[in-house]
C-alpha cells in the first residue's frame, strides 16, 4: 500500500496499515487521515500548519526523524520557549502512550 501524507505530500510504500503504523505513520484504520511519520497529525486534523518547517526542508532537507526544531507547527517554529514546553508536554504523553502499548502488548488474545 502506497500513502501519501496530507501536509507534506511524502510518499512511502508499506507491505499494510501494521507496517505504516509501526514506521510512526498515521493512517486508515484507526486514524481518518494520513500523515508521515514527521508532520504532526494535528496539522491535517486542525488545520495547524507547519509550513515554516516544509520551507525549512526545501533548504535543509526533509528530516529523516521528528524533532520539535525541526517539524513544529508555524506558532512554535520560531520560539525556542515553546518549543522547551511542548518537549516537556510530549515526554509526558510518551510516558502515557507507553504504558498503553504495554499494556496493550500484554494483554492475552480472547
Known amino acids: 500500500m502506497k500513502l501519501k ?3 507534506c505530500g511524502f510518499e512511502q510504500e508499506f507491505a499494510n496499515a501494521e507496517e505504516a503504523f509501526q514506521a510512526g505513520w498515521d493512517a486508515p484504520p484507526p486514524f481518518s487521515y ?14 495547524a500548519g507547519h ?20 517539524c ?16 516537556t508536554s510530549m515526554g509526558v504523553l510518551d510516558r502515557i502512550f507507553s504504558k498503553f502499548a504495554e499494556r496493550r502488548d500484554n494483554q492475552k488474545p480472547n
Open 5 to 7: 501524507c496530507q501536509c
Open 34 to 47: 494520513v500523515a508521515c511519520s514527521i508532520c504532526p497529525g494535528v496539522c491535517v486534523v486542525m488545520g
Open 51 to 70: 509550513t515554516k518547517a516544509h520551507a525549512c526542508w526545501a533548504q535543509e532537507g526533509r528530516p529523516a526523524e521528528f524533532t520539535l526544531e525541526k
Open 72 to 87: 513544529a507547527t508555524d506558532d512554535d517554529f520560531d520560539d525556542p520557549g515553546r518549543i522547551e514546553k511542548a518537549k
